[in-house]
């Protein structure tokens, strides 16, 4: 029994690590894009004027240049990596703001001198973060609050099923990447560990990157334009579920890819409602 408890603690805590950033842009998006969520299930889902290949070209362009300089410079392009994340999270927390105070009809100049002190604490978290002086509870919730709002934004901006079919194909990346281990092999083995701490969050006995956050909050705003809270709700926890199943196998293997299993389950209720609906 004594030993039960901190481990059910530690098993709350690591749920609530992962939960919080999807809760979090599931009422920042619904806050902000209060009555703009109702799209439903219909069958105009905003893909047939869509350039697909623009984004696509892009994605691939920016993979490719991100390991040809993790190669050469490894640990201090990741840390400049995660510096533009958090400064884009900083920058869509105040575009949402500033979203919400329109919306809102709101004084401009009250917006103004809120996103002022707001945006000088994301910058100044993010470039301590870069010079590795925050700690880590400081950087977890900097890496969380910046998938949150970042991922609320991305989430609400393109079509849902182009974001699904955006993250199915990220997971199928992540699965490549992870089984053929070209990160290790492209940044080196003494190099590698040092990367990864630098974006992931620590659980109890893994890690979620910041990548893992950000797509699974991408993926909980893109259910929420269905009209439904409770669609989100379901994709949430369906996401979690598939976390702790990665979670699970990972201690049978040696690598194991954080993507898959929580995205392919996250958006199964967004696409049954398109199938049923």
Sequence with gaps: MGEGKPRRLNFLRDVTLVAAPLVSALVIAR???????????????????FDFVTPGLIAALVIFSLFYSLRRRGEQVARL???????????????????????????????????????????????????????????????????????????????????????????????????????RRTVGYRRFESIISLATVPLEKQVVGIGDLLAYSMLTVASLRSGN???AGATIILILIGALITSKAAKSRLRMPGLPIPVFLGAVPYLLGLLVL
């Design 31 to 49: 806050i902000v894009f209060f009555g703009q969520t109702t799209q439903g299930f219909s069958g105009d889902t905003g893909l047939g004027s």
């Design 229 to 231: 809270l409770y669609v």
């Design 81 to 183: 990596v995660i510096a533009g994340i958090t400064i884009a999270g900083t920058l869509s927390g105040l575009l949402l703001l500033k979203t919400w105070f329109d919306a809102s009809i709101m004084v401009p100049a009250i917006f103004y001198v809120s996103a002022a002190p707001l945006g000088y604490l994301g910058l100044y978290l993010s470039v301590r973060n870069y010079l590795g002086l925050l700690s880590e509870r400081k950087t977890s919730l900097l890496l969380s609050g910046s998938a949150s709002f970042l991922g609320a934004l991305v989430g609400f901006l393109f079509p849902p099923l182009f974001t699904i079919f955006f993250l199915f194909a990220l997971s199928l990346l992540d699965i490549m990447m992870v089984e053929s281990d070209a990160l």
